[in-house]
């Protein structure tokens, strides 16, 4: 990994995670649903959603003091949906980066009900936010909202769950990740211009950098889940296969799956170019989604 981007990470992960524990105890939740909640929050992950609204204010030489808050509610929803992903109702996975799912701990209810606290909790923060003005936080809450509902990850979910035992076109497994995978992440680009006042042009081109990362991140999810082990990746691999889920490996070959990435990849960068600077973090973490083995 570079080292400029090793640094970002190194310095925000432990200020994203300090601020989503200090938000979660100020919820004052009930013990139980605070341990659900905070078993959930403390199981890992690389913390990419949140990292990259900050990224975008880094590049734009940007600061404001609600970008850790921001930051930090659509890591919530996005913890929230692996709860939710994992029941046995949904995916009825056992283990998620080598832990023990939540319901396989907690119980299925207490799940849900941790993924439901963690989930209103996002919005509640987008709705307390200190500096920004009250349309920029509606606009905040509204483009949340639908980045995680039905026209975003909620909508790819079912569109996944239809596509199992079905041979999906390319153009449809498309749509799947855009909503699925691509709606949060592109929530977390336009974010970060709305909090960096950046232009309408700007805002556009981030747009397209963040569905291009949005569809490189899922196939390189799909070509480790047959090339990786479960070892490295902390949850059963070829768990697509075993459902048999349409993925970029099998509808192209794990040579064209390569290409489709490097596609994204290429495209993604190229819409980068009206920052006018080489080694850009937003660069760095298109190029760190393709070349990760996590």
């Given amino acids: 990994m570079n080292n400029r981007l090793q640094s970002f990470i190194s310095e925000n992960v432990p200020k994203i995670d300090a601020e989503m524990h200090k938000l979660i105890q100020k919820e004052n939740p009930t013990p139980q649903l605070k341990e659900s909640m905070i078993y959930s929050v403390n199981a890992g992950g690389k913390r990419i959603r949140p990292l990259l609204v900050l990224a975008v204010l880094e590049d734009f030489m940007k600061t404001s003091k609600d970008a850790l808050k921001v930051a930090c509610a659509v890591e919530l929803i996005h913890t929230y949906s692996l709860i939710h992903d994992d029941l046995p109702c949904m995916d009825d996975d056992d283990y998620r980066r080598g832990k023990l799912t939540n319901h396989k701990v907690f119980g299925e209810a207490t799940a849900v009900l941790a ?6 909790l996002a919005f509640t923060i987008l709705a307390s936010l200190e500096e920004v003005d009250s349309s920029k936080a509606i606009r905040l809450v509204g483009l949340l909202a639908s980045a995680s509902g039905a026209k975003g990850m909620v909508g790819g979910q079912i569109l996944d769950m239809e596509g199992e035992k079905v ?24 974010a970060g211009a709305v909090l960096a006042n950046a232009t309408e042009l700007e805002t556009c081109q981030l747009r397209e950098y963040s569905k291009n990362i949005g569809l490189a991140f899922q196939i390189k999810d799909d070509i480790l889940d047959i090339t990786s082990t479960t070892e490295l990746l902390g949850k059963p691999v070829n768990s697509d296969t ?13 040579d064209g799956a390569k290409q489709q990435l490097q596609k994204y990849h290429e495209n993604a960068l190229e819409s980068l170019s009206f920052l006018d600077k080489e080694g850009s973090l937003l660069e760095l973490f298109a190029d760190y989604i393709v070349q990760r083995d996590i």
């Fill in 242 to 254: 075993a459902s048999q889920k349409s993925t970029y490996p099998s509808l192209l070959g794990l």
């Fill in 115 to 120: 993924g439901d606290a963690l989930q209103t």
């Fill in 167 to 190: 041979s999906l076109t390319l153009e449809q497994l498309e749509e799947v990740h855009l909503h699925k995978t691509g709606a949060l992440l592109s929530f977390c680009i336009e």
